[in-house]
């Protein structure tokens, strides 16, 4: 378990659901991965992000699906992509990551409460 934190340092996290509105291959990634661009609303806009979940996703199955991320972070050079926004995933027991999600469908945008 990491160190303890106050709610109010969990309340800087800004996590917001969006939506996968592109995805591409990252073939420059030292891992495999994927380049995303994700629909985080009218309010924040589509954010770029690098992935690796190719061994539980393809392109197919990631256009359309909402994911969780994280939208304060500054970004971060990885290879030639900017990552803006922080996708949110767990390993499962292999180390392959498998995407965090809302169980249902709400609007692009939203704040995790």
Known sequence: MSDEISFSDFEKVDIR??????????????????KLKIDFGPEIGVKKSSAQIIVHYTPETLLGRQVLGVVNFPPR??????SEVL????????GAIVLAAVEQGVPNGKKMM
């Open 17 to 34: 659901v969006g939506t996968i509105v592109e995805v591409e291959p990252f073939p420059e990634a030292r891992k495999p991965a994927f």
């Open 77 to 82: 050079q990885i290879g030639p992509v900017r």
């Open 87 to 94: 996708t949110l995933g767990f390993e499962d027991e292999n």
